[in-house]
């Protein structure tokens, strides 16, 4: 494994390993790395000679600034954790590994100037919540494929409105990469694996499975009742959780649901009826705020 500060010295590296005709596959990360951004780099190994895994927390896909300072910064962790993944499961197995851990000034030089626009994708969920959030996303990711110039990249499904936009990104700028998804990793409780976990106190981490458990009761649901009635199903849960379970909610936690919307899986766009998602099904996609700390996740019906 080898860290880069400066992406003029991975750019180098990387002109090496393409010159000798190696594959290379991205992992783009904000670090606070879990057990779901290794299972990303774990695909990424398995498919890629060289894989480089980016940590670098974004400041230009942060609306709110307190979220950004208080996004959890763990280099030194997060190195071990790669370190130790390729050597407990790929040692020998000739795989390089190329970890770039940038300084705001070296991935920005000159001020962000570029805009990038969604559509109906972003006008949906995630996009009215955190406004420019997309466009920094894809000016940080476009900038990343051009310094790995990958044959893939590897994304998780839990950002899943997050995954159509990239998608979508390829289409505008016309770049040959694979978009690989990979599938949510769950604590075996049942929360959806994210860095921000690590900010709930221990009572709100304890109730936080509540928020899957709704999501899949509500697939339940859908076998029998409509749309509308699952999404205020949902809501209604999850906003009256502390007043059912009083003795899990001390001091005031609760659930603050921000938005619960059943959407196209493909287009995003919100369906009214089950059969409107036709053969590409429907997907129910969820924030929620929680001990200060704001969760997502994803359903599939
Ligand atoms: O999903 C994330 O962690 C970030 O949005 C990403 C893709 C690394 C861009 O900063």
Redesign the pocket.
Known sequence: MQKFDKVASIREALAVVRSQGKSVGLV???GALHDG?LSLIRKALEQNDVVVV?V???PI?FNNKEDLAKYPRTVDADMALIENLQKSEFDGAKKELFVLVPSVEEMYPEPVKEVYHFGALEEVMEGPQRPGHFS??AV??RR?FDIAEPQRAY??EK?YQ?LAI?RNLIEQIKYPIEIVACPIVRADDGLALS?RNMRLSPAARAIAPAINDTLQQAAEMAECEDVDDVKEWVMGTLSSFHEVNEEQCPDGLKFEPEYFEVVNAKTLQPIENWEDAGGDGAVGCIAVWLDGVRLIDVVKF
């Open positions: 783009p990360t904000m951004h980016s670098f927390v974004n896909q920094g996303v940080v990711v990343l994304f998780g950002d997050q990239i860095s």
